[in-house]
């Protein structure tokens, strides 16, 4: 009896707690608590992040090995093909605009962020910042990576920390651009690229008849103001082949190694539709 | 003094969950270091202080995630009717029942969060999340207790000898 009065008086608890939580009612003490715990946790990561490379490498050193010397190939083809022809010369220049974004984007107003912790849940991919709104910090700000490719949204904001939502967060959706490679490059496909638990990051709503294959490169199209266009995304994994579905699909190799993001850039310059709406 | 040592432990666990987890993941998962404290302390201490400790643990993991305040309080609460385990005895040992039980609250969690975040407009992906994490989860959080539970069955005070009669009974 005493154990069911305990959990009728929890669960009562809980959810006044949850709903208060809604409201952000708790947010100072989130950020007290990420205060007392930020330092902890950045130290812990420090130490733990060598360590996993470690044994990463020892797990992995086939494959390391293997893409090494892939990589090896694709540059030697690469190099070849750019002594070859303008045509691929053109497409060199293509590829460091999309990832050069510091000569590509000039007024961009960005602020460094140091990544602090993970959503444990799983259910979830957020990140959490040590920086906050008294940085400047807004919840739906752009969040790029350190080599300038799109990492996600500021999704919760405390006064000195956030927690941000990647791009393969279930919560996530982007409408990209699939900028075609090739000879004769045909226009962009449009589509939206969504955070999936299983893939990481599905591209849907592609169009049927559009030419898509493997290694074409990824961006943010625009569309519905939240983020900036030409933001590179990443690459083609795979194209999913549905003959009947009225649109097609692909799962997205992300530029930014997102599980291991030390530091962010946050742009403050650009505010998404959400936050510029009257 | 106890409770101390649990608000130390269940802040330890809940820092280590959000800095250390991502980076020793197994089967795809990173262990919950909240959920099998919480357990391992219900199953080594009983029911009555798994009363405190189990929403103590909770709100210290909520505290440290993005996840509304009190959910963990929710889906943690299941320890404490799942320790009642520990009363009923079903074999000599201590260890496996532990086990069965930080699998089953790893079960019981998975359920009540998913449950709570599609409640409150978070998209939910229900299929696979129950077969990429919470199958997982039920395998890899035990696996950690085993790491887990014995030096805190060690630390904890052994139960006293009773004073009173004959054989083997024992004060808990």
Redesign the interface.
């Given at each position: 009896m005493r154990?069911l009065w305990?959990?009728l008086a929890?669960?009562g608890?809980?959810?006044?707690?949850?709903l208060?939580?809604?409201n952000r009612t708790?947010d100072p003490?989130?950020n007290l608590?990420?205060t007392v715990?930020a330092p902890?946790?950045?130290g812990?990561?420090d130490v733990?992040?060598p360590?996993?490379d470690f044994f990463e490498g020892v797990l992995n050193r086939g494959d390391i090995v293997r893409e090494n010397e892939r990589l090896r190939r694709e540059l030697e083809r690469l190099q070849t093909q750019a002594a070859a022809g303008e045509d691929a010369r053109r497409r060199v220049r293509e590829l460091e605009e999309a990832l050069g974004f510091k000569e590509s984007r000039p007024e961009d107003q960005l602020i460094a962020a140091d990544v602090?912790?993970?959503?444990?849940?799983?259910?979830?991919r957020?990140l959490?910042i040590n920086r906050g709104s008294t940085d400047g910090l807004d919840e739906g700000m752009v969040v790029l990576s350190q080599d300038g490719s799109l990492v996600g949204t500021v999704?919760?904001v405390y006064d000195h920390f956030a927690?941000l939502r990647l791009i393969t967060d279930?919560?996530s959706a982007v409408n990209i651009a699939v900028q075609p490679q090739g000879e004769e490059a045909a226009a962009a496909a449009r589509g939206i690229a969504l955070g999936?638990?299983?893939s990481g990051v599905a591209l849907e709503m592609l169009p049927t008849e559009a030419e898509i294959k493997q290694g074409d490169l990824v961006t943010t199209s625009g569309l519905g103001g939240n983020y900036p266009r030409a933001l590179l995304l990443g690459t083609i994994k795979t194209v999913v082949a549905k003959p009947q579905a009225p649109s097609k699909s692909a799962v997205l190799e992300p530029a930014a190694n997102l599980?291991a993001l030390d530091t962010v850039f946050i742009v403050t310059s650009f505010k998404p539709a959400r936050l510029s709406a009257p | 003094m106890k409770y101390l040592v649990a608000l130390a432990g269940g802040f330890l666990a809940a820092v280590l969950t959000a800095s250390l987890s991502p980076y020793i993941r197994v089967l795809g998962v990173a262990p919950d270091f909240v959920l099998i404290f919480a357990t391992c302390w219900a199953m080594v201490r009983g029911q009555q202080e798994a009363m405190f400790v189990v929403p103590l643990a909770g709100l210290l993991r909520d505290l440290t995630t993005s996840d509304p305040l009190g959910l963990s309080v929710l889906a943690l609460s299941p320890i404490v009717f799942l320790a009642s385990l520990r009363e009923l005895r079903p074999v000599e040992s201590d260890f496996l029942p532990a086990l069965a039980v930080v699998a089953a609250a790893s079960l019981a969690y998975s359920i009540i969060s998913m449950t709570v975040l599609t409640a409150v407009g978070d998209e939910v992906p229900w299929g696979t999340a129950l077969l990429r994490l919470t199958v997982p989860a039920m395998v890899v959080n035990p696996l950690f207790a085993v790491i887990m539970y014995p030096p805190m069955r060690w630390l904890s005070p052994r139960p006293r000898p009773a004073s009173f009669g004959v054989g083997s009974a024992v004060q808990l």
């Open positions: 154990t305990w959990t929890m669960a608890l809980s959810l006044v707690s949850i208060l939580s809604e708790f003490l989130h608590s990420l715990s902890i946790e950045s812990l990561r733990a992040e360590v996993s602090i912790a993970q959503d444990p849940s799983g259910l979830k957020a959490a999704s919760l927690w279930p919560n999936d638990l299983r599980s | -």
